[in-house]
């Protein structure tokens, strides 16, 4: 899969592409349906597939202290699109400057102009351009002018709408049941162990520390986790902290924080993909660092015994 991460870097080529356009946070139910849409489009009609996309998020630019949490980083989204086979991905940096393309303009410049446009696939309810006053419809009313045509879609789960949104609520609700029916798969984190202050050590609880590398997180409080270290070909378990450390004075940045069971090895620098499987608890303050260690032995065995009803144990 190509990818390009300028307007500039587009690959202005003679064959017409099949494109699916949006935000695709979160690549849900929904979203794999317009991919797999347009990637069997584009190989019936020997056309190129095409995803485009933006980063940051528009919420992010013009609402960056109330946009939503970003339910994956790029690196995330790269990971599970590998499993699509789109021949290009474009993600188009959002600015002020894109902001004040109007939607013809878009229309115009970036999907006929750029991608030389022959079908695009896309949400219901999408919206592009200048102050969002493209829609369906326009696109629609300039296919019939530019030769290319435009095909819709939204996918339901249990009569509601999979968006998002919605999966943004179940983590939050901490359902991961419904996460992963509106997923299609569990939901995850992917990241590289960074060196850390040594607390957990010295709580008994050796931490393998992931940053975020975000202001919001979907996921916040102290979980179960399936943990799968790069190179290994297992999955692991253990109890995991995602939030700013409010019981050890807090922190700007987001952090999470695994502990494996039954784990001895030096995890520094390897990438680990971390599974949410049940919420224990949200993130408290604490009195003192022997309150929290006595909190940390309790969520541990609490996590032990939600695993092991379920036939489940920790490789060793």
């Known amino acids: 899969m190509l990818l390009c991460r300028s307007v500039h870097d587009f690959c202005q080529s003679e064959l017409p592409s099949v494109v699916t356009l949006g935000n695709f946070d979160g690549i849900h139910r929904g979203h794999q349906y317009l991919i ?9 009609h020997h056309l190129r597939s095409v995803m485009l996309t933006f980063d940051p998020m528009p919420a992010e630019v013009f609402s960056p202290l109330r946009c939503p949490a970003r339910l994956m980083r790029f690196s995330e989204k ?4 590998q499993n699509f086979g789109l021949d290009e991905l474009y993600v188009v940096p959002f600015n002020q400057k894109l902001a004040q393309l109007s939607a013809i303009e878009f229309i115009e410049k970036i999907l006929v102009k750029k991608l030389n446009l022959k079908q695009i696939f896309i949400g219901d309810d999408f919206r592009f351009g200048h102050k969002r006053q493209g829609d369906v419809a326009l ?7 530019l030769d290319y045509s435009v095909t819709t879609h939204t996918e339901y789960y249990q009569d509601q709408v999979i968006s998002s949104t919605r999966v943004r609520n179940a983590l939050f609700a901490g359902d991961f049941a419904l996460v992963e029916e509106l ?7 992917i990241g590289r162990v960074i060196h850390g202050s040594q607390l957990g050590r010295e709580l008994g609880c050796p931490t393998a520390n992931i ?5 919001l997180s979907p996921v916040h409080g102290v979980y179960v986790v399936g943990v799968s270290i790069e190179g290994e070909g297992l999955q692991r378990y253990g109890v995991a902290s995602v939030g700013n450390r409010p019981a050890i004075g ?12 039954d784990f001895e090895g030096d995890l520094y620098g390897k990438r680990l993909e971390v599974t949410y499987l049940h919420k224990l608890r949200d993130e408290w303050m604490f009195d003192s660092l022997d309150a929290l260690k006595v909190q940390i032995a309790v969520d541990c065995q609490m996590a032990r015994d939600y695993l092991c009803p379920c036939g489940v144990s920790s490789p060793k």
């Open 36 to 44: 797999g849409q347009t990637v069997s489009y584009a190989k019936a």
């Open 78 to 81: 790269w990971n599970v699109l």
């Open 139 to 145: 696109l629609r009313y300039y296919g019939e002018k």
């Open 183 to 189: 997923l299609g798969r569990p939901y995850t984190n």
């Open 211 to 215: 940053p975020m590398r975000r202001r």
């Open 250 to 261: 807090g922190d700007l940045a987001f952090l999470l924080e695994a502990h494996l069971f």
